[in-house]
């Protein structure tokens, strides 16, 4: 019995000197280091519709969709009927890309179409463009029929550049 006292005294002792150590180890003065300045990441950019692009029916077989494009590239695919696509799905365009896309805005001159290009037959199929520009200015354009044939080109690049392998499914 005289010997676990013993034992117990002595670890008590050990154990109470450790931590003293260690209580004396971290109030020692810590060498400040000298702080490198880190880039901050850039403000986020508050994402925004770019533009927007929508296929309409017709008594077909045309391909109905919807496609929306944001400042920041993010696009988002809504497909109807009579695509390879149906639901919705979403991409991401390069800066490039999108430098493209407006460059063949200002190129085009797009903000200054007519507003309107369509007949009275209502079996063709029309598309719709939702277009805000650099200087914030929107503008909307329904093409049905005799529109410019450069607003036809730009509708194919928007199409070229979203309706591809690389979309991904966002929901069904």
């Known amino acids: 019995m005289k010997y676990i006292l013993i034992l117990i005294i ?11 150590e260690t209580a004396s180890e971290t109030t020692k003065p810590v ?65 490039k890309q999108l430098k493209e896309i407006q460059s063949m805005m200002d190129d ?18 029309s598309t719709i463009l939702f277009l805000v520009s650099n200087m914030r200015q929107k503008k909307k354009i329904l093409d049905r029929v005799d529109a410019p044939a450069e607003l036809k080109q730009f509708e194919k690049l928007i199409d070229y550049f979203v309706i591809n392998d690389q979309l991904k499914q966002l929901s069904k």
């Open 10 to 20: 002595s670890a008590l002792l050990f154990s109470c000197k450790n931590t003293k």
């Open 31 to 95: 060498k400040q280091e000298k702080l490198k300045k880190t880039k901050l990441p850039e403000a986020a950019m508050k994402e925004s519709l770019f533009l927007s692009m929508e296929r309409t029916p017709c008594f077909g077989k045309c391909p109905v969709y919807k496609i929306m494009i944001f400042n920041t590239g993010n696009v988002i695919f809504e497909g109807f009927s009579n695509t390879k696509y149906i639901g919705k799905y979403g991409n991401q365009l390069t800066k």
């Open 108 to 125: 085009i001159k797009i903000m200054e179409m007519e507003n309107v290009y369509d007949t009275e037959v209502t079996d063709l199929p």
